[in-house]
């Protein structure tokens, strides 16, 4: 399923477990992403995987 879109009625719904802020969902990475936060969890076989363990860090953006 890699690649395909995910729900936009099941995007509206999730939010980061650790801030509450919502996910910005990446197609490409396959990733739902909190910009704010610089946390990004992946979606495997079109399921969001939303645990702290799976999560991957990046420096968010500034400005």
Do not use: H, W
């Not at 009625?9 to 990733?31: F, H």
């Amino acid at each position: 399923m890699s690649g395909s879109a995910l729900d936009p009625r099941l995007l509206a719904l999730l939010v980061c477990p650790q801030t509450k802020q919502p996910l910005r969902y990446d197609r490409s990475a396959q990733e739902l992403v909190n910009d704010t936060a610089g946390i990004a969890y992946p979606i495997r076989d079109g399921v969001p995987i939303l645990l702290a363990d799976a999560a991957r860090e990046f420096l968010p953006a500034t400005g």
